[in-house]
């Protein structure tokens, strides 16, 4: 069992930015692939990036140069910096996790998941 928490959302300008984290606890964090999705009002939870253990990274291709995966096993964590953002970005952000080291872009490839933090950005 893996328990995911994600922090550092909150309510930003347009243009600005935020980097939000996930502690993972419970099994071996160095072995995961860790992934971040995003959720608005009424819409499908949608894929935003995701990281091997080993490194490897994939991106919505809409947000290529924006955001940024990166993860620090030694603090079990996962990071996605945000930069530029735009009021279209404002969701409820997820981490995930899978004990595998493909990097699926949908919701069902994913086993853990943590309970979201919300990210605000206003115009």
């Known amino acids: 069992q893996v328990q995911l928490v994600e922090s550092g959302g909150g309510l930003v300008q347009t243009g600005g930015s935020l980097r939000l984290s996930c502690a993972a606890s419970?099994?071996?964090?160095?072995?995961?692939?860790m992934g971040w999705f995003r959720q608005s009002a009424g819409k499908e939870r949608e894929f935003v990036a995701a990281?091997?253990?080993?490194?490897?990274?994939v991106y919505a291709d809409s947000l290529k140069g924006r955001f940024t995966i990166s993860r620090d096993n030694a603090k079990i964590t996962v990071y996605l910096q945000m930069n530029s953002l735009k009021p279209e970005d404002t969701a409820v952000y997820y981490c995930?996790?899978?004990?595998?080291?493909?990097?699926?872009?949908?919701?069902?490839?994913?086993?853990?998941w943590g309970r979201g933090t919300q990210v605000t950005v206003s115009s």
């Open positions: 419970g099994r071996t964090f160095s072995s995961i692939t």
């Open positions: 990281m091997t253990s080993s490194g490897s990274t």
């Open positions: 995930a996790a899978r004990y595998a080291p493909q990097m699926p872009t949908s919701v069902g490839g994913y086993t853990y």
